[in-house]
C-alpha cells in the first residue's frame, strides 16, 4: 500500500521476474510488464494515458520499498511532469 492513499498491488516475485497485481489503483487504468529483480532493486515497464515509463522500486526490507519514475515519455505529458523527482513509499500490509 502506497503511505497516505488506498492505492495498492501485490507482489509475486519469482527468481528475477517480479509480477505485479493492481488491488486498488484508485480509479487509474494502466497496465504493466513482469518486472526485473536484481539485487534489492526492481524494475517495471508501466502504461498510462498514453504515457510510458519505467518505474524502479528499492526495496529496504520485506515490509517497505521506495518507488520512482526513472524514465516517462513524453515528458511533456503531465503525468510525467507530476511524477518527475517524486518518491512513494509501500508498506507490506499483512493480512
Known sequence: MA????????LEVEGSRLIVHQLES???DWTNEIGHLEGNIATISVEYAG????IQAEFFDDTTASVSATSCIPDFM???????DQKAIFKKIVK
Not at 503511505?3 to 501485490?10: D, H
Open 3 to 10: 503511505e497516505g492513499t488506498i492505492f495498492r498491488v501485490r
Open 26 to 28: 484508485m480509479g487509474f
Open 78 to 84: 503531465v503525468i510525467c511532469l507530476l511524477a518527475k
Open 51 to 54: 504515457v510510458k515509463g519505467i
